[in-house]
């Protein structure tokens, strides 16, 4: 989805090394989200947020942290990157609950490929 | 959060209608049936949410029984450029979390 943008899209780097990787939108929606995809593997959840004042631990949150900066941008930090943290990382976006059913799809990046060596 | 089970994998041909069945049989009440489709290098792409009976759009149908512990994804007429992988979930229930399987990798022939 072109409107959720994600930086870097490819980046290599060594282990112990502090990376962030950035996620912005312009769907103008609440809530965000940063998941992990391993080769042959479905995503996993690593935070999530509903707003700027809300941050949520996804399954998959240890070595992980985020930051809300404002609405529209959420990042993903590894404070020391490993090699087992060599993965394709998404954002995502979905509009707020609107009642009846939290069912809002999710609007995905095209991923960072991130490998750590 | 109910936990979802499909094929890992399909084959097909160009024009064929492809049908990929997913069993989640511990559907709640207030849950959703939602498919995605992942090309390579590329993020998930939402293709269709249902409740229940039937629900279509300009890509592809989704049926779903009475006791909704099933449902089908219906793809008519597919060619090469629907080879991809497509994930079952099922959200709903107090806030958006999706949890991804595996999913079904299509492959279309020529």
Redesign the interface.
């Known amino acids: 989805?072109a409107d959720?943008t994600q930086t870097p899209r490819n980046r290599i780097t060594k282990t112990g090394k502090r990376i962030m990787l950035e996620c912005s939108q312009t769907k103008g929606h609440d809530?965000m989200?940063w998941?992990r995809q391993d080769p042959?593997?479905?995503?996993?959840?690593i935070y999530?947020s509903?707003d700027v004042k809300d941050i949520n631990k996804g399954e998959i949150s240890d070595g992980y942290s985020v930051s809300r900066q404002a609405q529209a941008k959420f990042s993903l930090s590894l404070e020391s990157a490993i090699p087992n943290q060599t993965a394709?990382y998404?954002c995502?976006t979905?509009d707020s609950?609107q009642g009846g059913?939290?069912?809002?799809?999710?609007?995905?990046?095209?991923?960072t490929?991130l490998s750590i060596l | 959060l109910a936990k979802t089970t499909q094929p890992i994998s399909m084959d097909s041909y160009e024009g064929q209608e492809v049908n990929i069945t997913c069993s989640h049989n511990n559907i709640a009440t207030n849950d959703y049936i939602t498919w995605y489709q992942q090309f390579p290098s590329q993020g998930p792409r939402f293709i269709i949410q249902g409740y229940k009976t039937k629900v279509t759009n300009e890509v592809a149908s989704l049926f779903i029984p009475a006791d909704r512990k099933s449902s089908t994804l219906s793809l008519p007429r597919v060619s090469l450029s629907d080879t991809a992988v497509y994930y079952c979930l099922v959200v709903g229930g107090g806030y958006n979390k999706l949890i991804f399987g595996a999913g079904t990798r299509l492959a279309v022939h020529p």
């Open positions: 989805d959720v809530r989200y998941y042959g593997l479905g995503l996993r959840l999530y509903f394709l998404f995502a979905s609950y059913a939290d069912n809002q799809p999710q609007h995905f990046g095209d991923g490929r």
